[in-house]
């Protein structure tokens, strides 16, 4: 080395490297070809003792001799070896295998602990790694567009009513023109057509596009083409795009569907092209059919009807609030320049994944919150077991100890127990968790599944993995240091003195007591947030309807405008479906209504105004809903005053309307509502003159207050587009079907959706549902946790009490009765349950605080539930400590002093 | 329980490096002569002696190969590295100044 002068410069280094490049190949050489160093081992040894038997033979021994002598010199070959091999740092390996068979041995040697353990442990794993994998499609993953996150989602904001509300099309027009934040903006409307087909119309659900919305979205068709710019104008041809399963289900993935027609609300559109399978976009749900915009009904074009949402990409480096900044400016110059129909309309921008998983992600975080403490408590447990298990086996390792393992091998002994536990719990875990990955998104609503698609779907990701490798390997390790610990602390000398157990059964129950304290705690909040979660539940499910919701049924009802375009024609069918529906056997009663059925209130706002007071072009904002007479007594809802709508409140009489109670505080209070007349806030204010006040009725979510509503006579503007609600006098479910083939009697291209009884629409209600879920899933960590929480009180009072068996034989012996056994064995858990409770309920009531997005008549800190879960908890750990209780009473005080 | 050597802690491989310094020898050999230099004085057992020259080897002071002995039969051969004869310098002038002053200590009491 050396022989130029630049090499000789790093020489140093250079050897350092070639060192350890030699000790690395050693290493390898001893790892990779043991047996053949383990012969040249052999070999090295066996020339020893021949040279040595040579020169005892030339000093004259007999070969026999020199052979016994020679072997002397080499006392315990073995031995030797052995160290030999310590000192290549090979026995790693092979006492490795060694200590996994031992350890085998041992958990086979004591069953029930091994099962309890894997099975606590095997139990915490697969309930969070499930939970955690709904976690990683949801909230982790990337959405599946192009650089999805600058995509936002653009809104107009009403405030306070509407945060996330739509955009007319004028307006996104002039967005779209004005802002220097976003690359590009398009827009989007949920939308529904009948679609006509062999046996008559059916119904698809899609959704009208701008031109530009999929290249913003990144997306390539499976065949065809996308929409091209000025496809969305009005005078372009109608082209259509479908989505994959639509392809297959209407039309039986034909190859040749590029050029077909496909008739909506009876206009036709050619088919462009197919979407690819993977595509869905949530904020439309499943939509089968695409559609350019193509504005030109009266609303599309109005600045005041706002319909649509946008869809944006952000330019590189623009954050979300200056997209903001930039869209409420431009909004704040819209608002001065058409006054009439952009006053208070602000702007609003969010990302789209926030859009999109912004709702479940609260619930998700608190499942996973409560997996997370399930975990916990399984890991304490199973350190408590061990710790046991490691105060049982005190001596028998001090035995080994004093025979000559080093410590570095019990540990690694333990270890490697505390690893095939871990592993055994792991592989069971994970199997867990694929079974609960498979059924757990069959609980979910197709509703939710329709428009977060991906939760169907969940699969082991490698972040999946990653989350499943670090709970085994911190479980690892926790279990392999806990026992550890314990080891150091007692002399080995003390453990091996006869019946010293005492001493060391002091320090576990010291540790144990701890760990059962803080099992106990764990529990409470979980159980204090099961609690919480079933009272809101329930008050919701309880919520004011202003309905009888027992034997009732909605329907919607789609009829062809072009049909039944003229106002007569309308109100004909009016009239023809309230015959139907009553007409039919088991039908009480029956009312219509356009914009929506009670609770799923589409969103249709009308601006007013009270008429006869000062106005300055301010504007109310008021959910409308067009009913027919029957309407309100067939939902079962309360007059309050006045009257309800008759059958001669049609467009031959005047206009009249009916508010709701909400409406009658907030705009009239202290008055008489009934005569007052209501207005558009224009020039020409059309005057409605209001003839009586209903009780509010549920018209949207369950966990919303009612807003002020206003109801005016579907007689005076009849739509097509209906909903029907229907009171029966029988099974309400079973009257769907017969309901609808009465209904498309009438016409086969009428077509009726969404049928389904009121109690199932409040209870699959998404407010309901997101409830029932975390409350369901809380509950079930809520009572594993429990049950993890009485087998480690159980363990520790059982341990504590075979400890003190001799003990408590002396104490009977002096005249302890069964009762004074008993009383002390309970004051022992008592104390413990009870630290466990109060620090659980002062854990649990703070970490409440987080659920309150989910919490709905309740408050955090309500009483009645922490006083019950503080019962039930007590109830519990009483139970837990009977057992160990019963059998310190029925201690034979000469048996127990004679058994030590 | 005796213990790899009688020796100081650390000496035999002191004694290991300085007899392979001369020139690479095998075991036996080493025993040998760390036994006719020190005049029958210290005696290595085997039992010390391979655990030690295995250590060392790991260490990277010293590097074995299989050779053909005086009395014609294989034979493995250690040899000081680099590393190695570094090592040996070190530990001398430790030892060097360990026993002086252990000699003082000796001496003066």
């Given at each position: 080395m050396g022989a130029s002068l630049g090499r000789h410069h790093f020489g140093s280094e250079g050897r350092l490297a070639v060192r350890l490049l030699d000790i690395l190949k050693l290493r390898l050489r001893a790892l990779l070809f043991r047996s053949r160093v383990e012969s040249e081992l052999d070999e090295e040894i066996r020339y020893h003792l021949e040279r040595d038997m040579e020169e005892h033979v030339a000093r004259g021994l007999d070969p026999r001799e020199a052979r016994l002598a020679a072997l002397r010199g080499l006392r315990d070959v073995e031995q030797r070896r052995e160290e030999c091999r310590d000192a290549r740092g090979w026995s790693f390996t092979e006492n490795a295998a060694k200590d996994v068979r031992f350890a085998l041995r041992q958990l086979r040697r004591d069953k029930e602990f091994a099962a309890t353990a894997v099975l606590m442990l095997a139990l915490g794993i697969a309930s969070s790694t499930a939970i955690f994998a709904f976690v990683d499609a949801a909230l982790l993953q990337p959405l599946?567009?192009?650089?999805?996150?600058r995509l936002v989602g653009v809104y107009e904001r009403l405030e306070p009513q509407c945060r996330w509300c739509n955009l007319s099309w004028p307006d996104y027009l002039d967005w779209k023109r004005l802002n220097n934040t976003l690359e590009d903006l398009e827009l989007y409307q949920r939308s529904g057509w009948r679609m006509s087909a062999a046996g008559g119309a059916v119904a698809v659900r899609g959704a009208r596009v701008s031109a530009g919305f999929f290249s913003l979205l990144g997306v390539q068709p499976s065949f065809g083409r996308l929409f091209q710019s000025g496809e969305d104008q009005p005078k372009a041809p109608r082209t259509a795009l479908l989505s994959y399963s639509a392809w297959r289900t209407?039309?039986?993935?034909?190859?040749?569907?590029?050029g077909q027609t496909v008739i909506l609300d009876q206009l036709p559109y050619v088919v462009i092209g197919v979407l690819p399978a993977s595509f869905h976009f949530a904020p439309v749900g499943a939509a089968e059919l695409w559609v350019p915009f193509q504005a030109q009904s009266e609303c599309d074009l109005r600045r005041g009807c706002h319909s649509s949402y946008g869809l944006g990409r952000l330019k590189p480096g623009v954050s979300v609030e200056a997209a903001l900044a930039n869209f409420a400016a431009i909004a704040a110059q819209l608002e001065r320049q058409y006054p009439d129909t952009n006053r208070d309309q602000g702007a609003n921008v969010r990302l789209l994944s926030e859009a999109i998983v912004g709702q479940i992600r609260p619930i998700l975080l608190v499942l996973l919150a409560g997996a997370t403490l399930l975990l916990l408590i399984a890991f304490t447990d199973v350190t408590g077991l061990l710790l046991v298990r490691a105060e049982w086996r005190q001596r028998e390792m001090a035995v080994r100890a004093a025979l000559g393992a080093s410590t570095g091998r019990l540990m690694a002994q333990l270890g490697t127990e505390a690893a095939v536990l871990v592993s055994a719990a792991t592989l069971l875990g994970i199997a867990g968790a694929h079974l609960l990955m498979r059924t757990l998104?069959?609980?979910?609503?197709e509703d939710l599944l329709s428009k977060l698609p991906f939760l169907a779907q969940l699969h082991w990701s490698p972040r999946l993995a990653l989350f499943v490798a670090a709970i085994a390997i911190s479980a690892a390790l926790l279990f392999a240091v806990a026992p550890n610990l314990l080891r150091w602390r007692p002399q080995i000398v003390a453990s091996l003195a006869e019946g010293s157990r005492g001493s060391a059964g002091t320090a576990w129950r010291r540790l144990g007591a701890k760990l059962v304290v803080t099992e106990i705690a764990t529990a409470a909040v979980l159980l204090i947030g099961a609690g919480l979660l079933s009272q809101s539940l329930h008050n919701l499910l309880r919520v004011h309807l202003g309905l009888r919701p027992d034997n009732l049924v909605t329907l919607e009802v789609a009829a062809p405008a072009t049909t039944y375009s003229t106002g007569a024609k309308a109100l004909t069918l009016t009239r023809d479906l309230l015959d139907r529906a009553t007409s039919l056997p088991g039908v009480q009663s029956a009312g219509l209504a356009a914009n929506g059925s009670p609770l799923t209130h589409n969103g249709n706002t009308t601006w007013i105004r009270v008429l006869g007071r000062p106005w300055h072009g301010e504007h109310i904002d008021v959910p409308e809903r067009d009913v027919t007479p029957g309407y309100f007594s067939t939902l079962g809802a309360k007059l309050l005053q006045g009257r309800f709508f008759s059958d001669?409140?049609?467009?031959?009489h005047p206009k009249v309307a009916i508010i709701n109670l909400a409406f009658a505080r907030r705009h009239f209070p202290g008055q008489n509502p009934i005569g007052q007349l209501i207005g558009q806030p224009s020039a020409d204010p059309a005057p409605v003159q209001v003839v009586g006040v209903v009780d509010d009725i549920r018209q949207g979510p369950l966990d919303e207050e009612i807003p002020p509503f206003l109801y005016k006579p579907l007689l005076q503007s009849p739509d097509t587009y209906i909903s029907l609600v229907a009171r029966t006098d029988q099974d309400p479910g079973a009257l769907l079907p017969a309901l609808s083939t009465q209904i498309r009697?009438?016409?086969?291209e009428i077509i009726t959706m969404r049928g389904a009884t009121m109690q199932r629409q409040i209870g699959a209600s998404e407010s309901a549902f997101l409830r029932r879920l975390t409350a369901y899933l809380a509950a079930g960590f809520a009572l594993l946790a429990l049950l993890l929480a009485v087998v480690g009180l159980y363990g520790v009072i059982a341990y504590s009490v075979s400890q003190r068996t001799r003990e408590i034989g002396v104490r009977m012996a002096l005249g302890a009765t069964a009762t004074g056994v008993y009383a002390m064995i309970f004051r022992q858990a008592a104390w413990l349950a009870a630290l466990g409770i109060a620090a659980g309920l002062a854990a649990g009531a703070g970490a409440a605080r987080f659920l309150r997005s989910l919490l709905f008549g309740v408050t955090p800190w309500d009483p009645v539930t922490l006083g019950a879960i503080a019962v039930l908890l007590a109830a519990a750990a009483a139970m837990a400590c009977f057992i160990p209780a019963r059998r310190a009473a029925t201690v034979n005080p000469v048996e127990a002093l004679r058994s030590e | 329980m005796s213990k790899p050597t009688d020796l100081v802690q650390g000496t035999l491989a002191l004694l290991i490096l300085k007899v392979i310094a001369l020139e690479p020898a095998h075991g036996w050999a080493i025993a040998q002569r760390i036994r006719q230099i020190s005049g029958d004085v210290l005696q290595v057992g085997t039992g010390a002696l391979y655990p030690a020259l295995h250590r060392l080897e790991q260490n990277g002071w010293i590097r074995a190969e299989w050779a053909v002995s005086d009395n014609n039969r294989r034979a493995r051969y250690y040899a000081l590295t680099a590393a190695g004869r570094k090592a040996l310098q070190r530990e001398s002038s430790e030892w060097e100044r360990l026993s002086a002053a252990i000699t003082l200590v000796v001496r003066a009491v």
């Amino acid at each position: 080395m050396g022989a130029s002068l630049g090499r000789h410069h790093f020489g140093s280094e250079g050897r350092l490297a070639v060192r350890l490049l030699d000790i690395l190949k050693l290493r390898l050489r001893a790892l990779l070809f043991r047996s053949r160093v383990e012969s040249e081992l052999d070999e090295e040894i066996r020339y020893h003792l021949e040279r040595d038997m040579e020169e005892h033979v030339a000093r004259g021994l007999d070969p026999r001799e020199a052979r016994l002598a020679a072997l002397r010199g080499l006392r315990d070959v073995e031995q030797r070896r052995e160290e030999c091999r310590d000192a290549r740092g090979w026995s790693f390996t092979e006492n490795a295998a060694k200590d996994v068979r031992f350890a085998l041995r041992q958990l086979r040697r004591d069953k029930e602990f091994a099962a309890t353990a894997v099975l606590m442990l095997a139990l915490g794993i697969a309930s969070s790694t499930a939970i955690f994998a709904f976690v990683d499609a949801a909230l982790l993953q990337p959405l599946p567009y192009r650089d999805p996150l600058r995509l936002v989602g653009v809104y107009e904001r009403l405030e306070p009513q509407c945060r996330w509300c739509n955009l007319s099309w004028p307006d996104y027009l002039d967005w779209k023109r004005l802002n220097n934040t976003l690359e590009d903006l398009e827009l989007y409307q949920r939308s529904g057509w009948r679609m006509s087909a062999a046996g008559g119309a059916v119904a698809v659900r899609g959704a009208r596009v701008s031109a530009g919305f999929f290249s913003l979205l990144g997306v390539q068709p499976s065949f065809g083409r996308l929409f091209q710019s000025g496809e969305d104008q009005p005078k372009a041809p109608r082209t259509a795009l479908l989505s994959y399963s639509a392809w297959r289900t209407h039309f039986g993935g034909r190859a040749d569907i590029l050029g077909q027609t496909v008739i909506l609300d009876q206009l036709p559109y050619v088919v462009i092209g197919v979407l690819p399978a993977s595509f869905h976009f949530a904020p439309v749900g499943a939509a089968e059919l695409w559609v350019p915009f193509q504005a030109q009904s009266e609303c599309d074009l109005r600045r005041g009807c706002h319909s649509s949402y946008g869809l944006g990409r952000l330019k590189p480096g623009v954050s979300v609030e200056a997209a903001l900044a930039n869209f409420a400016a431009i909004a704040a110059q819209l608002e001065r320049q058409y006054p009439d129909t952009n006053r208070d309309q602000g702007a609003n921008v969010r990302l789209l994944s926030e859009a999109i998983v912004g709702q479940i992600r609260p619930i998700l975080l608190v499942l996973l919150a409560g997996a997370t403490l399930l975990l916990l408590i399984a890991f304490t447990d199973v350190t408590g077991l061990l710790l046991v298990r490691a105060e049982w086996r005190q001596r028998e390792m001090a035995v080994r100890a004093a025979l000559g393992a080093s410590t570095g091998r019990l540990m690694a002994q333990l270890g490697t127990e505390a690893a095939v536990l871990v592993s055994a719990a792991t592989l069971l875990g994970i199997a867990g968790a694929h079974l609960l990955m498979r059924t757990l998104p069959a609980l979910l609503p197709e509703d939710l599944l329709s428009k977060l698609p991906f939760l169907a779907q969940l699969h082991w990701s490698p972040r999946l993995a990653l989350f499943v490798a670090a709970i085994a390997i911190s479980a690892a390790l926790l279990f392999a240091v806990a026992p550890n610990l314990l080891r150091w602390r007692p002399q080995i000398v003390a453990s091996l003195a006869e019946g010293s157990r005492g001493s060391a059964g002091t320090a576990w129950r010291r540790l144990g007591a701890k760990l059962v304290v803080t099992e106990i705690a764990t529990a409470a909040v979980l159980l204090i947030g099961a609690g919480l979660l079933s009272q809101s539940l329930h008050n919701l499910l309880r919520v004011h309807l202003g309905l009888r919701p027992d034997n009732l049924v909605t329907l919607e009802v789609a009829a062809p405008a072009t049909t039944y375009s003229t106002g007569a024609k309308a109100l004909t069918l009016t009239r023809d479906l309230l015959d139907r529906a009553t007409s039919l056997p088991g039908v009480q009663s029956a009312g219509l209504a356009a914009n929506g059925s009670p609770l799923t209130h589409n969103g249709n706002t009308t601006w007013i105004r009270v008429l006869g007071r000062p106005w300055h072009g301010e504007h109310i904002d008021v959910p409308e809903r067009d009913v027919t007479p029957g309407y309100f007594s067939t939902l079962g809802a309360k007059l309050l005053q006045g009257r309800f709508f008759s059958d001669t409140d049609d467009s031959s009489h005047p206009k009249v309307a009916i508010i709701n109670l909400a409406f009658a505080r907030r705009h009239f209070p202290g008055q008489n509502p009934i005569g007052q007349l209501i207005g558009q806030p224009s020039a020409d204010p059309a005057p409605v003159q209001v003839v009586g006040v209903v009780d509010d009725i549920r018209q949207g979510p369950l966990d919303e207050e009612i807003p002020p509503f206003l109801y005016k006579p579907l007689l005076q503007s009849p739509d097509t587009y209906i909903s029907l609600v229907a009171r029966t006098d029988q099974d309400p479910g079973a009257l769907l079907p017969a309901l609808s083939t009465q209904i498309r009697s009438l016409d086969p291209e009428i077509i009726t959706m969404r049928g389904a009884t009121m109690q199932r629409q409040i209870g699959a209600s998404e407010s309901a549902f997101l409830r029932r879920l975390t409350a369901y899933l809380a509950a079930g960590f809520a009572l594993l946790a429990l049950l993890l929480a009485v087998v480690g009180l159980y363990g520790v009072i059982a341990y504590s009490v075979s400890q003190r068996t001799r003990e408590i034989g002396v104490r009977m012996a002096l005249g302890a009765t069964a009762t004074g056994v008993y009383a002390m064995i309970f004051r022992q858990a008592a104390w413990l349950a009870a630290l466990g409770i109060a620090a659980g309920l002062a854990a649990g009531a703070g970490a409440a605080r987080f659920l309150r997005s989910l919490l709905f008549g309740v408050t955090p800190w309500d009483p009645v539930t922490l006083g019950a879960i503080a019962v039930l908890l007590a109830a519990a750990a009483a139970m837990a400590c009977f057992i160990p209780a019963r059998r310190a009473a029925t201690v034979n005080p000469v048996e127990a002093l004679r058994s030590e | 329980m005796s213990k790899p050597t009688d020796l100081v802690q650390g000496t035999l491989a002191l004694l290991i490096l300085k007899v392979i310094a001369l020139e690479p020898a095998h075991g036996w050999a080493i025993a040998q002569r760390i036994r006719q230099i020190s005049g029958d004085v210290l005696q290595v057992g085997t039992g010390a002696l391979y655990p030690a020259l295995h250590r060392l080897e790991q260490n990277g002071w010293i590097r074995a190969e299989w050779a053909v002995s005086d009395n014609n039969r294989r034979a493995r051969y250690y040899a000081l590295t680099a590393a190695g004869r570094k090592a040996l310098q070190r530990e001398s002038s430790e030892w060097e100044r360990l026993s002086a002053a252990i000699t003082l200590v000796v001496r003066a009491v």
